[in-house]
């Protein structure tokens, strides 16, 4: 069964300053990786996405991440955090082999704070 | 392009009361998936719909249904509601069914059980 680690609840750091979320997923197969952000009161939001190739990936919001296979991670980065990305940020794994559908699992989340 | 609309936004019921929240796709979109939020459990998928048939179930209690229409709506029901039911109810809509099709949320319906 895929699953996802996010390890940090909480976060906080300066406005300006750099960014890594981290997540470690379980899934037999080449995953299909998501990153999601969610603002209180809002649905999600898609950041970024990997299917295959190119194991870094830009998103929306000046947002990457980097997919690591040797250590079944995604961790986001920024580097340069905005006060308005104080958000809970969410990675999730898709099923890649046929038939899976696209049902997400999604990892606890992380809350973001920034400090102005 | 309008995005995903659910209502109503915010519910209230009592335990035993049974509950319907609805969900309309973004134009175009076939595929139809529903998620729990809670604080405990986190995301959790609840059911996955594709031209009005069930492709994919989470884990939870028969209680839990849902539906699609032929204009792709969908609705989730919640019979004999507990109170392990308060939670927002996400729906995601997608072009197709396929994994690395994108999936893109509503707001969300909060619903509260007393």
């Known amino acids: 069964a895929q699953s996802v680690t996010q390890p940090d609840i909480h976060i906080t750091v300066s406005e300006g300053a750099s960014l890594e979320l981290r997540c470690n997923y379980s899934?037999?197969?080449?995953?299909?990786l998501f990153w999601y952000v969610q603002s209180p009161g809002q649905g999600l939001q898609l950041l970024l996405k990997y299917f295959s190739g190119d194991t870094l990936v830009q998103g929306i919001k000046g947002f990457e991440a980097e997919f690591k296979r040797s250590q079944s991670s995604f961790n986001l980065r920024k580097p340069s955090v905005h006060w308005s990305d104080a958000a809970e940020y969410f990675c999730?794994?898709?099923?890649?082999?046929?038939?899976?559908?696209?049902?997400?699992?999604f990892g606890t989340g992380t809350q973001l704070k920034v400090e102005l | 392009k309008a995005g995903v609309t659910q209502t109503p936004r915010y519910l209230i019921k009592t335990r035993g009361q049974q509950v319907t929240l609805s969900c309309s796709p973004i134009?175009?979109?076939?595929?139809v998936s529903w998620y729990q939020q809670t604080p405990g459990q986190g995301l959790q998928f609840l059911f996955e719909?594709?031209?009005?048939?069930?492709?994919n179930k989470g884990n939870f209690p028969g209680r839990f249904s849902g539906r699609q229409f032929s204009n792709s709506r969908s609705e989730m029901n919640v019979s004999t509601l507990e109170l392990g039911d308060s939670a927002l109810y996400l729906c995601?809509?997608?072009?197709?069914?396929?994994?690395?099709?994108?999936?893109?949320f509503g707001p969300g319906t909060r619903l509260t059980v007393l």
């Open positions: 719909y594709f031209s009005e048939t069930q492709r």
């Open positions: 899934y037999g197969a080449t995953p299909y």
């Open positions: 995601a809509s997608s072009l197709g069914a396929g994994s690395t099709d994108t999936q893109y």
């Open positions: 999730a794994v898709g099923a890649s082999v046929t038939g899976g559908g696209n049902k997400l699992t």
């Open positions: 134009s175009g979109h076939r595929s």
